[in-house]
């Protein structure tokens, strides 16, 4: 079992910037593959994000390619997303996702663990 609890979420003007964090439970976090998803009112949850269990691997959208960086320290059991440039679109209730799967997917039905969820919000 894994649990999962998110936080930096915010609002923030476009152009800015965010880290969120996502602190995980349990002593098996160095094993699994652990991501990033979003959902914007009216709207299915997307991927945004993925990293491989040892963090040599990622996966982004191509939305938020070369803005967000995705990144874990298995020693503080805990995966960021610094999110760049922002823009209103990002906006979204973001989720930690985690999975036992050594491949980084992009269907949220094939994570296993999830977060509560923090609110993204880009405004001026």
């Known amino acids: 079992q894994v649990q999962l609890v998110e936080s930096g979420g915010g609002l923030v003007q476009p152009g800015g910037s965010l880290r969120l964090s996502c602190a995980a439970s349990g002593r098996t976090f160095s094993s699994y593959s652990m991501g990033w998803f979003r959902q914007a009112p009216g709207k299915e949850r997307e991927f945004v994000a993925g990293i491989s269990w040892r963090g040599d691997s990622t996966r982004y959208v191509d939305s938020v390619k070369g803005r967000f960086t995705i990144s874990r320290d298995n020693a503080k059991n805990t995966v960021y997303l610094q999110m760049n440039t922002l823009k209103p679109e990002d906006t979204a209730v973001y989720y930690c996702?985690?999975?036992?799967?050594?491949?980084?997917?992009?269907?949220?039905?094939?994570?296993?663990?999830w977060g509560q969820g923090t609110q993204v919000t880009v405004s001026s």
């Open positions: 996702a985690a999975t036992s799967s050594r491949l980084i997917m992009v269907l949220s039905s094939r994570w296993n663990y």
